[in-house]
């Protein structure tokens, strides 16, 4: 045998080894692909938030709040607040504590934040008080236009708590700080404006006053939501359709009886105005944003039931049952039930009352659509 031959036969064995083990890698790599979903998976996913971040944070930003202006937030005191052109003190505040025409008559309306009023003004009677962040975060939005919004001139600051992120909103204001850009860090207590009238419609001189909401992002793909509906969008995410308030008082009350206050552990105990099943093929981003208000086993694609607050604000969810399953039909959703208090004057209008069954109004159903959409 000629050394050449032993040559060839081992170079062949080997080509044949090299072959196999491609062929072997291949058919592992194959049977791996074969297992992976094919669309993304909506417990893995995490939609593409279009919020300046700041990272998770060490300590909670909301164990140190300030107000957002020189007057001290007590409830009692009717000077603090800027009532409607009504009077009524109580419009000042968080909830259904207005009133406002809707096609034929007048209805409750939802307020969703608290109007603080100006304590300074110069003599021309504009004000003069300074609107201050009330803790850590970032500039995610501002708006530097006042006819473009019933918020007029406003400026949006995300807080990245432990449990998600909690937006503070402060609007009508008459100037806005140079400094404030969107993407900049932002200590509490950093001067973002002047309280001031701005808004579309304008607001009286003499009602000048600060809005102010806390709360959290109802759908970080707002934005295509608008798009595919052909509606117009200015504001992006901080649309105020997409920004579900809390009662900012009890948030600066709260805070005070804890110092290590979490919005989500106070969210716990407000009360669910109604239960909604609904149809889903994937948990909305909601959730995925805010994990801990996902109760149970990881979400199965086969409806899912959500208790919500008077002003749509999810307050927890989890997979639903067969039976609440059962009463979807064919339907994008069913109302499970009600709690008449907690409900409230129902100024959002999510859900009403007709032929002896309650569901979704109009109102509720755009909620419902933008919640869902991913
Ligand atoms: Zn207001």
Redesign the pocket.
Known sequence: MKLGDNSRRYGAIALLVIFELVFVGLVLYLCFRAKQPGPPDAESETPGLDLPLIGRPAINPFRYLVFPTDQVLDRNDPDVF?PTASGRPES?LFGSVRTASYGKGLAASF?????IAAGQRDAAGRPQDAVYAVADGAVAYVNTKAGNSNYGKYVVLTHACPSGMVYTLY??LAALSPSVIRGQCVKAGDVLGIIGNTANPPIPLIQA?L???VGLILNARVNQWFRTHKLKNDHGNFNGWNLLGVDPLAVFERQRQCPDFDVFQYMATLPAAFEIVLSARRKPDYFNRYPCLWEGAPYRGAGLQLAVAEDGLPIKGRNATESERQLLGAHKSAILRVDPDALGRNGCHLVIYRKGLWRLGREGEKWRDMLMYY
């Open positions: 800027q000042a307020h969703e934040g608290v109007d609007a009508h006053h809005h102010f909401e």
